[in-house]
């Protein structure tokens, strides 16, 4: 056997490279190791192996979820790779990215979370958005953030359910308070774009709203959520039914007293007076008769 020179190795190198031949291809079967233990078992949440086109299948440990039990729910399946909470953790810590951000300037990093104006194209317009914090990003939209890491901001655009995330340059971004000023907020571009994309337009306003009022540790709290695990009892309950259940006990608990037979209802406070004012009916009623 030949080294990469084209010298002979001797005895003892070239076992030493058979070794080593021999460690790789143990670690790359390792890599591709599949955790099977999680196929077929239904959603984690709920416990029910129905519904499969609303199942999410966990890229990291293949657990099963329906959109609709996570916390909080999704509207539909998302593009790209999808982990579960557990998977996330694991492939956050794995890339670098914390260590990358970490060598950003302050000023750049003090932006992180920030509710903003981002220019979204033809017929949106400065629409409102929050520059993301991309050590809170997850599958597409991480790699995208990393990629451009010190040159472009992660921007995620409210109401903006089918792309909801890009990279944006400073240029394109304007602060929150200097749109309001230049009245970014009276959405002209998205107005003269039709009905639906200016009502859309109202929604992201409103949800942006909502995040600047909050302190920027808490913005998107909504968003970095974990799955929440519910207890073996509320496993083998059905989400839609609990719902359904509250919705009709709250409809019964604020549907009024209905009188009866046109008398006044009387709270405890006034029984005395109801029995004095029954005897006096009785007496009129007596006097009549008599």
Known sequence: MANKSGMFLQPEQRLSLIVDIQREEKDEVKSVRVDSSNFGTGCLCCSEDDDHANILLCEGCNGEYHTYCLDPPLRSIPTGDWYCCKCKVLSLEADGLDQLIGALPSTVIQRFSEVCWAQGGIGFGYWPAIIY????????????????????????????????????????????????????????????????????????????????????????????????????????????????????????????????????????????????QSSNLFFSIENIIG
């Open 133 to 276: 914090d991309p050590r809170l990003a997850v599958g597409s939209a991480r790699l995208l953030a990393k990629k451009h890491l010190g040159k472009r901001y992660l921007v995620f655009f409210f109401e903006c359910h089918d792309a909801p995330f890009t990279v944006l340059a400073e240029s394109k971004i304007q602060r929150w308070e200097g749109g309001l000023v230049d009245d970014l907020h009276l959405g002209k571009t998205a107005r003269s774009s039709g009905k639906l994309r200016f009502q859309a337009f109202q929604q992201a306003l409103q949800a942006a709203r909502i995040e600047a009022g909050k302190p920027k540790i808490l913005r998107m709290d909504w968003n970095h959520k974990k799955l929440s695990y519910p207890s073996p009892k509320d496993r083998k309950s059905n989400p839609l039914t609990n719902l359904k259940r509250e919705r009709e006990e709250k409809t019964v608990q604020a549907s009024p007293r209905r009188l009866k037979r046109g008398f006044k209802l009387l709270s405890s406070a006034d029984d005395s007076e109801g029995r004095a």
